[in-house]
């Protein structure tokens, strides 16, 4: 049973920052390309950050130079660490596998005064 678990979300200020993880489990990690995406109230889901295999990364034009997304396939772990953060990055936030067959449960952060 394949299983993404998210973690690290929560109520940051402004400016602060935080780090997620995703746990994964009953998958061969290492293959799969990997990625974060965030959804919004009212809003539609956004792609936020893909790695590949290898460790290449790319990420959206609306976080790039704030947030970083890495892995460790030895632990099987996805990260995703944001700085900087704007009242606009309140969203849920998703672990997935890039081809989108597997998700997580979601991790909530938002970013208020």
């Known amino acids: 049973q394949v299983q993404l678990v998210e973690s690290g979300g929560g109520l940051v200020q402004p400016g602060g920052s935080l780090r997620l993880s995703c746990a994964a489990s009953?998958?061969?990690?290492?293959?799969?390309?990997m990625a974060w995406s965030r959804q919004a109230p009212g809003k539609q889901r956004e792609l936020v950050a893909t790695?590949?295999?290898?460790?290449?990364?790319t990420v959206a034009d609306s976080v790039k130079g704030r947030f970083t997304i890495s892995r460790d396939n030895a632990k099987k772990m996805l990260y995703l660490q944001m700085n900087s953060l704007k009242p606009e990055d309140t969203a849920v936030y998703y672990c997935?596998?890039?081809?989108?067959?597997?998700w997580g449960q979601g991790t909530q952060v938002t970013v208020s005064s």
């Open positions: 997935h596998t890039s081809d989108t067959a597997y």
């Open positions: 009953g998958i061969i990690f290492s293959i799969y390309r």
């Open positions: 790695i590949y295999r290898g460790g290449t990364t």
